[in-house]
């Protein structure tokens, strides 16, 4: 948790169906641009849920038209390098990145550049048949700050990849899902309901082995496999003390459904 989590955010909104916490991005006349404001309520909301024993899972959606257009070009266009240096974006990420329950973007319209880098960053990503993923900064001067390079890379490979970023090749959602970027593709009338109904089901699921799970395959994209293959033997070995495990194995073989404790 941040040291003064706001009391009231003003650029997204929050709310809590069931198990599942949903944040929404709220700068619609901006295409839900991200200013510093915008990052810093979006990580204090998830930070927030993830410490709160009755989520499982969280949705980040924006609207119809934009997910995110990207960071805040009216923000950061006479930023010296200093500047852009001292905001405070890095640690947003890295708090991003420790958040230990699962995210689910639910995307409907332009997701471009920062706005892509956030969707990336989340761990599924549900999109509307009206979605579009770019990584379009090369067209404002710069190339993408927040991960894009990477995580795009890794998740399309370095030609598409490539291709996106030096030269604003935009990818329709149907595309998006046939490179692995997207999970889903679902009309856009049902794209939040098919979000938050995907969210349910695993936030009805053993919840250390989600969180566990998630640590494990994210780990898959910036480790070497055997690194990789130690912390999974760890990380599997270490359910086998949760009662949960416990649980979920009798459950199972006295043919009743388990009932999970986090424990
Ligand atoms: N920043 C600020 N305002 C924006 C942004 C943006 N990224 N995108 C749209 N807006 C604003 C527009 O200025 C406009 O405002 P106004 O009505 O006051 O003029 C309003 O949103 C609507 O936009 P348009 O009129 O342009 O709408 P269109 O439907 O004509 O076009 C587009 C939609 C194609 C999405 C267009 O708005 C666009 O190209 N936007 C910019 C996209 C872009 O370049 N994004 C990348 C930004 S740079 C970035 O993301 C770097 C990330 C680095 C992260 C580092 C972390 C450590």
Same mark, same amino acid.
């Given at each position: 948790?941040?040291?003064?989590?706001?009391?009231?955010?003003? &650029?997204? /909104?929050?709310? @809590?169906?069931?198990?599942?916490?949903?944040?929404? +991005?709220?700068?619609?006349? $901006?295409? &839900?641009? /991200?200013?510093? @404001?915008?990052?810093?309520?979006?990580?204090?909301? +998830?930070?927030?849920?993830? $410490?709160?024993?009755?989520?499982?899972?969280?949705?980040?959606t924006g609207n119809e038209r934009a997910f995110a257009?990207?960071?805040?070009?009216?923000?950061?266009?006479?930023?010296?390098?200093?500047?852009?240096?001292?905001?405070?974006?890095?640690?947003?990420?890295?708090?991003?990145?420790?958040?230990?329950?699962?995210?689910?973007a639910a995307v409907s319209g332009w997701c471009l550049?920062?706005g892509c880098?956030?969707a990336?960053?989340?761990?599924?990503i549900v999109a509307s048949e009206s979605a579009r993923f770019g990584?379009?900064?090369?067209?404002?001067?710069?190339?993408?700050?927040?991960?894009?390079?990477?995580?795009?890379?890794?998740?399309?490979?370095?030609?598409?990849?490539?291709?996106?970023?030096?030269?604003?090749?935009h990818l329709k959602a149907e595309e998006a899902r046939?490179?692995?970027l997207v999970n889903r593709v679902v009309a856009v009338?049902?794209y939040l309901?098919?979000a938050?109904?995907?969210?349910?089901?695993?936030?009805?699921?053993?919840?250390?082995?989600?969180?566990?799970?998630?640590?494990?395959?994210?780990?898959?994209?910036?480790?070497?496999?055997?690194?990789?293959?130690?912390?999974?033997?760890?990380?599997?070995?270490?359910?086998?003390?949760?009662?949960?495990?416990?649980?979920?194995?009798?459950?199972?073989?006295?043919?009743?459904?388990?009932?999970?404790?986090?424990?």
């Amino acid at each position: 948790m941040s040291d003064n989590p706001p009391q009231t955010y003003q &650029n997204i /909104l929050i709310r @809590q169906e069931g198990k599942v916490g949903l944040i929404q +991005l709220n700068r619609p006349k $901006a295409l &839900n641009a /991200l200013n510093s @404001q915008t990052r810093a309520e979006l990580v204090d909301a +998830l930070e927030t849920f993830d $410490a709160d024993e009755d989520i499982g899972c969280m949705v980040i959606t924006g609207n119809e038209r934009a997910f995110a257009a990207g960071a805040d070009i009216k923000q950061i266009a006479d930023l010296s390098p200093v500047d852009i240096m001292n905001m405070p974006w890095v640690d947003y990420w890295n708090r991003f990145l420790s958040i230990r329950k699962p995210i689910i973007a639910a995307v409907s319209g332009w997701c471009l550049g920062g706005g892509c880098e956030l969707a990336l960053a989340c761990d599924m990503i549900v999109a509307s048949e009206s979605a579009r993923f770019g990584q379009p900064e090369i067209s404002v001067g710069i190339m993408p700050g927040g991960g894009g390079t990477q995580r795009l890379t890794r998740t399309v490979g370095k030609a598409l990849a490539m291709e996106m970023t030096l030269n604003n090749r935009h990818l329709k959602a149907e595309e998006a899902r046939h490179y692995g970027l997207v999970n889903r593709v679902v009309a856009v009338e049902t794209y939040l309901d098919e979000a938050m109904q995907l969210a349910a089901e695993i936030a009805e699921r053993a919840p250390v082995a989600v969180c566990l799970a998630k640590e494990a395959i994210n780990k898959a994209l910036e480790t070497s496999l055997n690194e990789g293959l130690h912390l999974e033997r760890r990380l599997f070995s270490m359910l086998f003390a949760t009662e949960d495990q416990k649980e979920g194995m009798a459950a199972f073989i006295e043919k009743r459904p388990a009932e999970w404790k986090g424990k």
